[in-house]
């Protein structure tokens, strides 16, 4: 028998997560950091051996012996992938150091479960299709590990740890959820990222989620993110070589799996065009370093003299979101602002109707000096769902008529789904390299679901050159019927990255632009 410690000798950020005592812990990182490592030991190193203080299995099941007593762990692991392929080689390397530690572990291969001579189990399975996760349905397990855990399902994920439970007393203290996972996922993962990562994007921060209990108490749930990089392994060599092989890979690809990058979605419609860094900017500001400034003539984070307007998808069961954008002098589109109503509401008085929406943009405007308090109108206008127009069942005004009754005007959207993907497109490849110029779209910080959706757009299976309609489409909605509402008029904009930076040239396509600027309100 060999002590576990001469077989496996944890990184400073592993040994971190393997005393972390949150309810749930995502390792998550870089590839090559070591999370699979990590997941493989953890069962061991926290439950059948002593941890922060408690007695592990093994020495439960050594003192028993020593009292002429029996002892049967109760402690059961299960470690999942969402297929059994994915298991193989898990399960190889489990098996080749649970023997050295425990030549008396007794392997079932039929049910990929390893017992060893104290009881504990650890065992091994997979989420293939949705409903697998019944599989595991009415069992405890006191340790649930999850690798590469952005592949799993939201619900699989739910259901999973629900089963995390114990009737031993010891153990019942000792409960594990960890998860492990590169920062790449495909769409249906993004759950992951917006829960653990979002609300502490630096990570190493406990977030604690209250629930309320049958005796009228308060219990909570905690969780935490621990970013890991390939700077953390420990051999260095294997690092170095890893790196090599790693900056071969397509950019977003690279950036997510060197750089612990989180914005990365396999098979997202603009996969390789919306680069987070690129055009999500912060507010502009003036030469006294302020995003208002009167003598300046800044507001809002943005020159006053930049033409602005609004764009809206209608919506009452489904979101409804307005978004504000401008343009400069280079034709280049800015979202400066964005509200969504009729989202995640908590119920259905919450939702909000076409009057109380227009109020609702009314206060916003207001806040923000685009607002005509003697025309007690709105100084904008923008594409809007050309629905809004629409008189349904023959009778009472239209969404376009209750708005306009607050002072809120809007034009029709002009839908052309294949002509505003090839604007959006051709909006997003225009990232130029001249020093000081912009990308041709750009979104502002604040601009939360605008950022969150731009990653998660799918291709739609049945039109490979469209993005998929779901429910991340009503803010594409906007996003399309703004670039369509601001196509250029007949000159063509400074395509900076394509034409090179000859600063004559730039200067008459500058004034050009300014030509192409009509159609906004003012």
Not at 9 to 36: F, M, N, R, W
Not at 142 to 167: I, K, P, W, Y
Not at 503 to 509: G, M, V
Request: proline share 5%; net charge negative; aromatic share 10%.
């Amino acid at each position: 028998m060999e002590e576990a410690s001469a077989l496996y000798v944890p990184s400073g950020v592993q040994q971190e997560a393997h005393v972390c005592v949150a309810d749930e812990i995502l390792y998550g990182g870089t590839a090559g950091c070591g999370k699979t490592v990590f997941l493989r030991w953890d069962p061991v190193i926290t439950q059948i051996y002593d941890w922060n203080g408690m007695p592990g299995e093994h020495t439960r099941y050594v003192e028993a012996l020593k009292r002429g007593e029996e002892f049967q762990s109760k402690g059961w692991a299960l470690h999942i992938r969402r297929t059994y392929p994915m298991l193989l080689q898990t399960i190889f390397k489990v098996l080749d150091f649970a023997f050295k530690v425990d030549p008396g572990c007794h392997w079932d291969a039929e049910n990929k479960i390893l017992t060893w001579t104290c009881g504990y189990r650890i065992q091994f399975g997979h989420v293939q299709k949705e409903e697998d996760w019944r599989n595991y349905d009415s069992n405890d397990y006191t340790h649930l590990a999850l690798d590469e855990v952005t592949q799993t399902l939201l619900v699989q994920f739910n259901m999973l740890r629900a089963r995390v439970r114990s009737g031993d007393p010891i153990l019942r203290q000792k409960l594990r959820v960890v998860l492990a996972s590169n920062p790449d996922s495909p769409a249906e993962g993004r759950w992951v990222k917006e829960r653990f990562v979002d609300p502490a994007p630096e990570g190493r921060q406990m977030l604690v989620e209250t629930v309320d209990m049958f005796d009228g108490t308060k219990a909570t749930n905690t969780r935490i993110y621990i970013p890991a990089f390939l700077s953390d392994n420990p051999d260095k060599e294997f690092a170095r070589d890893y790196e090599k092989k790693l900056r071969s890979l397509p950019r977003h690809i690279m950036e997510a799996r060197l750089f612990n990058k989180w914005d990365v979605v396999e098979g997202a419609f603009f996969e390789y065009e919306w680069i987070p860094s690129v055009h999500v900017v912060k507010p502009f500001t003036c030469r006294h370093d302020k995003v208002t400034c009167v003598e300046c003539a800044y507001s809002n984070g943005l020159p006053n003299h930049y033409p602005r307007a609004r764009v809206m998808d209608q919506g009452y069961k489904a979101a409804n979101p307005i978004m504000w954008f401008a343009k400069n002098e280079d034709d280049d589109l800015i979202f400066y602002r964005e509200v969504t109503y009729n989202h995640d509401v908590k119920s259905e008085k919450d939702r909000r109707d076409a009057q109380m929406v227009a109020l609702g943009i009314k206060k916003v405007e207001q806040e923000h000096g685009e607002w005509d308090e003697r025309r007690k109108s709105s100084k904008l206008t923008g594409p809007a769902d050309y629905q809004i127009c629409e008189r349904r069942g023959g009778m009472g005004d239209t969404i376009e008529d209750t708005m306009a009754k607050e002072g809120v005007y809007w034009s029709k959207s002009t839908k052309n789904r294949a002509a505003a993907t090839a604007e959006i497109l051709r909006r997003l490849k225009d990232t130029p390299s001249r020093p000081g110029a912009h990308p041709a779209l750009m979104v502002f910080e604040n601009c939360t679901q605008l950022r969150r959706i731009m990653p998660l757009i799918k291709v739609d299976p049945n039109e490979p050159e469209l993005p998929l309609k779901d429910d991340n489409g009503h803010w594409l909605e906007c996003l399309m019927y703004a670039c369509m509402y601001s196509l250029p008029k007949a000159e063509k904009r400074d395509r900076r990255s394509v034409l090179g930076d000859d600063d004559d040239d730039f200067d008459d396509k500058k004034k050009s632009g300014t030509k192409a600027l009509g159609g906004y309100g003012s």
